[in-house]
């Protein structure tokens, strides 16, 4: 195998779990009687040479003679005349930094913060488990390695926020799921009992005038039980069918990015009536002013998650530890201070939030309510869908007492 190949730095690095053997410089060793003169020499033949290793007889290293440091004295004026007879331990580091072949990374940085921290520029002494010297280290390696590890896990840490956040996206759909199809059994229960109670009033009506009994009080009893019953089951089918028809837009829109046409006040109206289910559970109120005939050009799932999760935001955090119910109002309309733009804001009147914790509420995973099971990704998706999906902004003001404001501005045509 190729030693020089083998040991190159940056091969391998892709696998997390390398050690130090993979930084070695295999580099010339030299008795600590050597002349600096003789050093300069390796160093004037080869510009690529990092350092020089001093070591005894049976390869333990004494001292490292890094190139940058050697030849910074050694070039100085007088400094050939100086050092050229003198033995290399008078320009070298007496006191190197060993380190083990099977070191890894953290650990790695840790002995250069802790016990050497001009390793990173000298260099250091890499040794086998005999501690013979191996070959030598550079810390600009290292350095280098450390970034790259480090833009790994950011990476990583990247892509574990994205399944959190799609994770929040789709529980928030799913509770929208549970809720609609809780509120659709209401009006479907209603129809079918309706319809079956004019079954049987039907079959009674049927034997009447088979068995030549019918009389006129009857067909005007069936005829009056027919209107109510046909009454309650087209008003109930068509609350169902409403119901159905705002969760199935809101559903496609909250899973695709797709931009369309829309008048926002009514597409609005639809996401909140969406969102009653939730709202029955908790005696606060929503007041609605939704102004009509604002029309945008936009991605309606964006605004409809963020309508949602400020919304529920507010149900979540707004009114803890306060008796009886408060006030959750929505309002749209079009920006007074910027043309051609949008402005949605979601106020309350609960407990609001205190200034140390005002700064932090966009962060992700940072939550208030965590023994709750809140995961501190809600409003930190709100902020990345109106800043980077809609182009927008998103203010809040909030005092402890006073309640808090949301404000969404963003363009009506992308």
């Not at 810390?139 to 959190?164: F, K, P, S, W």
């Not at 009080?217 to 027919?226: G, H, N, P, R, T």
Request: proline content about 4%; aromatic content about 6%.
């Amino acid at each position: 195998m190729d030693r020089d190949r083998d040991h190159a730095p940056g091969k391998g690095i892709a696998n997390t779990a390398w050690t130090a053997a993979r930084l070695c410089h295999p580099v010339p060793s030299v008795p600590e009687q050597t002349r600096c003169g003789s050093v300069a020499e390796l160093f004037q033949a080869d510009p690529t040479l990092p350092g020089v290793i001093v070591a005894d007889g049976s390869g333990h290293p004494l001292a490292l003679a890094d190139r940058a440091t050697f030849l910074l004295h050694f070039s100085q004026r007088y400094g050939r005349d100086l050092y050229a007879r003198r033995a290399v331990t008078h320009l070298a580091d007496r006191q190197p930094l060993l380190v083990p072949m099977e070191t890894g990374l953290s650990a790695l940085n840790a002995l250069i913060a802790e016990q050497k921290p001009d390793a990173l520029h000298r260099g250091f002494i890499l040794v086998d488990d005999d501690g013979r010297a191996m070959g030598l280290g550079q810390g600009i390696d290292v350095m280098r390695l450390t970034a790259e590890e480090m833009a790994r896990t950011l990476d990583r840490l990247r892509a574990t926020q994205r399944d959190l956040i799609q994770a929040e996206k789709m529980a928030a759909l799913g509770g929208l799921v549970a809720g609609v199809a809780h509120e659709i059994n209401t009006p479907l229960g209603v129809a079918v009992t309706a319809a079956t109670a004019f079954a049987q009033d039907t079959e009674r009506f049927g034997a009447a005038y088979r068995d030549g009994s019918l009389r006129r009080s009857l067909l005007e009893d069936y005829v009056a039980s027919a209107t109510e019953a046909m009454g309650f089951v087209l008003g109930n089918i068509t609350r169902a069918a409403d119901l159905v028809q705002s969760f199935k837009q809101v559903a496609v829109d909250q899973t695709t990015d797709q931009v369309r046409r829309f008048d926002l006040g009514d597409y609005l109206g639809e996401v909140l009536r969406s969102l009653q289910p939730q709202l029955r559970r908790v005696p606060h109120r929503l007041e609605t002013d939704l102004v009509e005939g604002l029309e945008v050009d936009s991605t309606p799932g964006a605004i409809a998650q963020i309508v949602t999760n400020l919304v529920m935001n507010a149900l979540t955090h707004a009114f803890t530890g306060r008796e009886g119910g408060g006030t959750i109002r929505v309002r749209l309309r079009a920006a007074e201070t910027q043309a051609g733009w949008a402005e949605l804001s979601v106020a309350d009147d609960g407990n609001g939030i205190d200034a140390a914790t005002l700064p932090r509420i966009f962060d992700p995973f940072f939550t208030t309510r965590r023994d709750a099971g809140g995961t501190g990704l809600g409003l930190h998706l709100v902020f990345n869908l109106v800043t980077q999906r809609l182009g927008g902004r998103i203010n809040v003001e909030s005092r402890v007492g006073d309640g808090t404001c949301f404000t969404v501005l963003f363009p009506r045509h992308g």
